[in-house]
C-alpha cells in the first residue's frame, strides 16, 4: 500500500474540485494509495479534505489533517481525524508549517500539487523537495 500528501496555493481557481477527484480516485483504485496526509491552511487543503471526506464513504482509505499547531480552544476544529507531526512541539510557530510539510513529505510515496506561481510559492519549493527526495509527483494545472 502506499501514501499521499498534497501541497498548493491558498486560493484555487476553475475546476480544481473536480481534478482533486479524479486524482484522488486514480491513486485509490489504480495506485493502491490507502492513506492520505493533507494540511490545513488554505482553500487548497479545504477542497482537499472535502473530496477525501466524500470518498471515503465510497472506498477504503484513511485521511488525516497534519496539524502545524496545537488547536485551541477559539480555533474552528472540526476534523474527523488529525495528528500533529511528533516533535512540532519544540518548533518555532513560525517554522512550523514549514516541519510539518517537511514531515508530510516524509510520511508519502505520492505528493499532489497545485503550483500556479512559483516566485515566492511555498507550495513551489515543496513541490521541488518532494521530486529531489524521489516522490512521485501529480501536477494540477489550473
Not at 503550483?115 to 509527483?137: C, I, P, W, Y
Request: glycine fraction near 4%; charge should be positive; aromatic fraction near 14%.
Amino acid at each position: 500500500m502506499a501514501s499521499c500528501t498534497f501541497f498548493g496555493h491558498r486560493k484555487i481557481h476553475g475546476e480544481t474540485a473536480l481534478k482533486i477527484r479524479d486524482i484522488l480516485i486514480d491513486l485509490i483504485t489504480n495506485q493502491n494509495v490507502d492513506v492520505f496526509y493533507v494540511g490545513n491552511t488554505g482553500e487548497f487543503d479545504k477542497t482537499v479534505i472535502c473530496e477525501l471526506d466524500y470518498l471515503s464513504k465510497i472506498y477504503s482509505f484513511s485521511y488525516f489533517v497534519v496539524l502545524a499547531y496545537m488547536p485551541t480552544s477559539k480555533d474552528n476544529y472540526f476534523y474527523k481525524s488529525s495528528v500533529l507531526p511528533e516533535g512540532i512541539e519544540k518548533v518555532p510557530r513560525r517554522f512550523a508549517i514549514v516541519y510539518r510539510n517537511k514531515w508530510m513529505i516524509k510520511q508519502s510515496d505520492y505528493v499532489v500539487t497545485y503550483v500556479e506561481n512559483t516566485v515566492g510559492s511555498n507550495s513551489a519549493k515543496f513541490k521541488e523537495l518532494s521530486k529531489k527526495q524521489g516522490k512521485f509527483v501529480i501536477e494540477i494545472s489550473a
